[in-house]
């Protein structure tokens, strides 16, 4: 089955304790991208990767790494996590790049709480 | 500055009846312009998209409408459906900044029987 998978889906955590969130997808897909959702802000983007050793910063990259050193794999880290980074978070991918109007396929989303 | 808007947070239709969903942008280098559907517990799935050469796509029940000198398009479901209820997201990007997508804030549906 097609699909993009994020762990852990939910995830409590204490300020300034590194964590990382893995998003793994098996469509042999080029392009990965991360988001954050929170409430009345929609889904905001923070960091993609058009291929393998390829990324760029989104919308709010700060306090957040990623890397991609495999076309199925593109992990969120957060060195230092702090409250304000408390939210929803979404992996996803696609065949190409969205700029030419590619479909996104997103995981089911990656809960977490900074305390 | 956000660059997509979705300016109603929530929409209730009857069963049967059309459901309109709009969305607005600012930036006119936005070439494509996509949909998601999305359940609680669950990430947005793709719905129906269209490229800014185009005024209209169609796939079943769902229409996308895009009027580019307003800068806005719209989803039309039609008839709706109470499995419908769900938020909807509209997204876009362009051919110059590949790889970034703009997304709204979402637009709650709810379908009653």
């Known amino acids: 089955e097609a699909q993009v998978t994020q762990n852990p889906r939910y995830l409590i955590t204490v300020t300034g304790k590194k964590l990382t969130v893995t998003c793994s997808q098996n469509?042999?897909?080029?392009?990965m991208s991360w988001y954050r959702q929170d409430p009345g802000l929609g889904l905001r983007q923070i960091y993609y990767s058009m291929n393998v050793e390829v990324t760029d910063k989104g919308d709010v990259p700060e306090g957040y790494k990623v890397s991609r050193k495999e076309k199925r794999n593109f992990p969120l880290i957060l060195e230092s996590p702090s409250p304000n980074q408390t939210s929803l978070y979404f992996c996803?991918?696609?065949?190409f790049g969205g700029g030419i109007g590619q479909p996104q396929h997103f995981g089911d989303g990656t809960r977490l709480s900074i305390l | 500055d956000q660059q997509v808007k979705q300016n109603s947070p929530s929409l209730s239709v009857q069963e049967g009846r059309i459901s309109i969903l709009n969305c607005d942008y600012t930036?006119?280098?936005?070439?494509?312009f996509l949909w998601y559907k999305k359940y609680p517990a669950e990430g947005p799935t793709f719905l129906i998209s269209i490229s800014s050469i185009k005024d209209k796509n169609e796939d079943g029940r769902f229409t996308v409408f895009l009027n580019k000198s307003a800068k806005h398009l719209s989803l039309h479901i039609v008839p709706s459906q109470p499995g419908d209820s769900a938020v909807y997201f509209c997204?876009?990007?362009?051919?110059?900044?590949?790889?970034?997508?703009?997304f709204g804030d979402g637009t709650t549906l709810t379908v009653k029987p």
């Open positions: 469509m042999n897909h080029e392009y």
């Open positions: 997204a876009a990007s362009a051919d110059t900044n590949a790889g970034k997508s703009t």
């Open positions: 996803a991918s696609s065949l």
């Open positions: 930036n006119s280098m936005f070439d494509y």
